[in-house]
């Protein structure tokens, strides 16, 4: 059975740092996208970062350079290194990755930035 197991979430304060991380376990035919997405209350999902299977990224408006994406292809693990965090950072983000036909997603970590 495919899984996606997040970690990394917590509580930082603001201007502070955080890493998620996304790993997978089972088997994948052929991952051709990992990305991160966040919910905050009362919003939307939206796309904080992605990632290609050829290494190409794209990032939400707001993160203006202070996130950046990172996979490792062998381990089909995807990070998200977070710095400069803010208070409008706080949200629950999921991880999701697709194969053909498949389109997973994991359960969420959270993230909370004191000011």
């Known amino acids: 059975q495919v899984q996606l197991v997040e970690s990394g979430g917590g509580l930082v304060q603001s201007g502070g740092s955080l890493r998620l991380s996304c790993a997978t376990s089972?088997?994948?035919?052929?991952?051709?996208?990992m990305g991160w997405y966040r919910q905050a209350p009362g919003k939307q999902r939206e796309l904080v970062a992605a990632i290609t299977g050829g290494g190409t990224t794209n990032y939400g408006d707001f993160v203006k350079g202070r996130f950046t994406i990172s996979r490792d292809n062998a381990k089909n693990t995807v990070y998200l290194q977070m710095n400069s965090l803010k208070a409008e950072d706080t949200a629950v983000y999921y991880c999701?990755?697709?194969?053909?036909?498949?389109?997973?997603w994991g359960q969420g970590t959270q993230v909370t930035v004191s000011s």
């Open positions: 999701n990755v697709r194969e053909v036909g498949a389109n997973l």
């Open positions: 089972g088997n994948f035919g052929g991952i051709y996208y």
